[in-house]
Every structure is written in structure tokens, then in C-alpha cells.
């Protein structure tokens, strides 16, 4: 069965760091096209970072830029989400998933599994 398993949230302050984890089973990651998502309370889910298959290629989202990293992992299976310079606006549940399509310009989308999220808060 495939699955996406996220962990690495927590409290952090603003202008503090987090790393989070998606630890894929039962398909090969280097192979999928793999987003990051995060859904604020009373917000809709925001797709904030892509990467594509294989190659590596990336999308990120304006609201993210320069500030997150996505990463992989492939002896791991496993891809990361690097999040530094965090703000309050970026609290909120962040899920990975398994999407059909990618575009460098625009981001992924026709998610087919999700991870069961991780709650980020950043607060004083």
C-alpha cells in the first residue's frame, strides 16, 4: 500500500527553523512528483513547494520563496521541507503528497495520496 508518513512539526518562534519529514512506503519517491501543502485555520489548502520526478526540478510558491527548501533523499526514500525565517502566517497543518502533474511555473496538482499532516505553529 502506499503512504506518506510527515512528522518534524512543533512550536517554534518567529524567525525560527523547522524540518519536516515525508517518509514515503510502497512506491520510490525518486520516481513520483512529490508536493508539500499547509492549510491555515479558516484558510484554503495553499500548495507551497513541488519537486518533480527524477530530475530533481522544483516549484516554489511566492509566499515561501527563499525561505523553505524542498529536499531528497532517495537511499531514504524520504523528502524534506526545510523551513527557516518563520513567520506566524506560516502556521497551519502541512501535508505531503503524491501529485500527477508538474509545472515548473505553476506548481503540481491531481494529488492522489496524502500524508496524514504535521501541525506547525509559530508563535511568541
Known amino acids: 500500500q502506499l503512504q506518506l508518513v510527515e512528522s518534524g512539526g512543533g512550536l517554534v518562534q518567529p524567525g525560527g527553523s523547522l524540518r519536516l519529514s515525508c517518509a514515503a512506503t510502497?512506491?520510490?519517491?525518486?520516481?513520483?512528483?512529490i508536493g508539500w501543502f499547509r492549510q491555515a485555520p479558516g484558510k484554503e489548502r495553499e500548495g507551497i513547494l513541488c519537486?518533480?520526478?527524477?530530475?530533481?526540478?522544483?516549484y516554489y510558491a511566492n509566499s515561501v520563496k527563499g525561505r523553505f527548501t524542498i529536499s531528497r533523499d532517495n537511499t531514504k526514500n524520504t523528502v524534506y521541507l526545510q523551513m527557516n525565517s518563520l513567520k506566524p502566517a506560516d502556521t497551519g497543518l502541512y501535508y505531503c503528497?503524491?501529485?500527477?502533474?508538474?509545472?515548473?511555473?505553476?506548481?503540481?496538482?491531481?494529488?492522489?495520496?496524502w500524508g496524514q499532516g504535521t501541525q506547525v505553529t509559530v508563535s511568541s
Open positions: 519537486i518533480s520526478s527524477s530530475s530533481g526540478s522544483t
Open positions: 510502497g512506491f520510490t519517491l525518486e520516481h513520483s512528483i
Open positions: 503528497a503524491v501529485a500527477q502533474w508538474y509545472n515548473k511555473n505553476v506548481g503540481c496538482g491531481r494529488v492522489d495520496y
